[in-house]
């Protein structure tokens, strides 16, 4: 795990006064009030040599800041990138938003792609965090399932509080295998209704039931002619879409493919999802914030309240 710049979460506090039945019962801080978050999420077109120009990432990671300071998001969920991209990201975003991180890879593995969310600072206190593998082993290093495109697939999670109104909430970055067999349409399924059983169990464990904010790459669309669309059930029957859900939203395509999308190709994979929540916001950064593409997905961003 690559964690850095944590604040540490402040033990809950105890009842100490003497004679009363509620002496030994923890002090449940109540909320005290409604809770706006904004949260983009993007993924993270890796940086390799072949990349030249505007295409390059010393070119788009520029970029990357311009949008983070144009739209100020509360947080980012990132998936795919290099551990170089976290790092830079890291070093140029301290202080102001802290960084979790884990690699498909295993704990402090340097190798291969990274899922991360960063989050403000001086917004949120980090309760909790960890990460899980898109398989029927979510515990250790494994693929999901009998995905062909042979890469480890995890889910990154955040138990954050809000420090004005003590609210509680789960964010996740995930994304899901590619491909088109039936084997990779199962896995996809598989890894979606792992996802939301996994929160379920969470918050049954913890005696909660708290807002989930859920992002990622789910290489499927809504599009009825798109037979990848099955994976999106799981989460459509527990949670719901921010993208249909927002009174202000759009459709436009999330994935560019800078600018040159292969015929064929899923043009809509990215989403947001939300459980007791409410959506008030949906929108495809799509604008040029330096450079025409920050990374072959444009990042999708959200205003919700709960």
């Given at each position: 795990?690559?964690?850095?710049?944590?604040?540490?979460?402040?033990?809950?506090?105890?009842?100490?006064?003497?004679?009363?039945?509620?002496?030994?019962?923890?002090?449940?801080?109540?909320?005290?009030?409604?809770?706006?978050?904004?949260?983009?999420?993007?993924?993270?077109?890796?940086?390799?040599?072949?990349?030249?120009?505007?295409?390059?990432?010393?070119?788009?990671?520029?970029?990357?800041?311009?949008?983070?300071?144009?739209?100020?998001p509360?947080?980012?969920?990132?998936?795919?990138?290099?551990?170089?991209?976290?790092?830079?990201?890291?070093?140029?975003?301290?202080?102001?938003?802290?960084?979790?991180?884990?690699?498909v890879?295993?704990?402090?593995?340097?190798?291969?792609?990274?899922?991360?969310?960063?989050?403000?600072?001086?917004?949120?206190?980090l309760?909790?965090?960890?990460?899980?593998?898109?398989?029927?082993?979510?515990?250790?290093?494994?693929?999901?399932?009998?995905?062909?495109?042979?890469?480890?697939?995890?889910?990154?999670?955040?138990?954050?509080?809000d420090?004005?109104?003590?609210?509680?909430?789960?964010?996740?970055?995930?994304?899901?295998?590619?491909?088109?067999?039936a084997?990779?349409?199962?896995?996809?399924?598989?890894?979606?209704?792992?996802?939301?059983?996994?929160?379920?169990?969470?918050?049954?464990?913890?005696?909660?039931?708290?807002?989930?904010?859920?992002?990622?790459?789910?290489?499927?669309?809504?599009?009825?002619?798109?037979?990848?669309?099955?994976?999106?059930?799981?989460?459509?029957?527990?949670?719901?879409?921010?993208?249909?859900e927002?009174?202000?939203t759009?459709?436009?395509?999330?994935?560019?493919?800078?600018?040159?999308?292969?015929?064929?190709?899923?043009?809509?994979?990215?989403?947001?999802?939300?459980?007791?929540?409410?959506?008030?916001?949906?929108?495809?950064?799509?604008?040029?914030?330096?450079?025409?593409?920050?990374?072959?997905?444009?990042?999708?961003?959200?205003?919700?309240?709960?």
């Amino acid at each position: 795990m690559k964690l850095r710049n944590i604040l540490m979460a402040a033990s809950l506090l105890m009842l100490s006064a003497c004679g009363d039945d509620n002496d030994d019962k923890q002090v449940v801080e109540q909320v005290t009030g409604p809770t706006e978050v904004t949260l983009i999420s993007c993924d993270i077109l890796t940086d390799e040599a072949t990349q030249a120009g505007d295409l390059s990432w010393k070119k788009r990671r520029v970029a990357l800041l311009g949008m983070l300071e144009t739209e100020k998001p509360d947080i980012m969920c990132m998936q795919g990138q290099y551990w170089n991209q976290v790092v830079y990201l890291e070093q140029k975003l301290a202080g102001t938003y802290t960084i979790v991180d884990h690699a498909v890879e295993g704990d402090d593995s340097e190798k291969g792609r990274h899922n991360s969310v960063m989050y403000r600072s001086d917004k949120y206190t980090l309760e909790k965090e960890g990460r899980f593998w898109l398989s029927q082993t979510p515990n250790s290093k494994t693929n999901p399932w009998a995905a062909t495109d042979n890469e480890r697939r995890i889910a990154t999670w955040l138990l954050l509080k809000d420090n004005s109104t003590r609210a509680r909430f789960y964010v996740v970055s995930t994304g899901l295998n590619t491909g088109d067999l039936a084997e990779d349409m199962q896995a996809r399924v598989n890894s979606a209704d792992l996802i939301v059983t996994k929160f379920q169990e969470f918050m049954e464990t913890d005696g909660i039931d708290i807002p989930v904010i859920l992002a990622g790459n789910m290489n499927a669309s809504y599009a009825a002619d798109d037979t990848r669309r099955d994976c999106l059930k799981p989460y459509l029957a527990w949670m719901e879409s921010v993208r249909d859900e927002a009174p202000t939203t759009d459709t436009k395509p999330s994935y560019n493919g800078l600018g040159r999308p292969a015929s064929g190709v899923c043009l809509v994979p990215d989403h947001i999802f939300i459980y007791k929540a409410q959506a008030l916001e949906f929108a495809t950064l799509d604008g040029n914030y330096g450079v025409p593409y920050i990374s072959d997905h444009n990042p999708i961003s959200c205003k919700v309240k709960f």
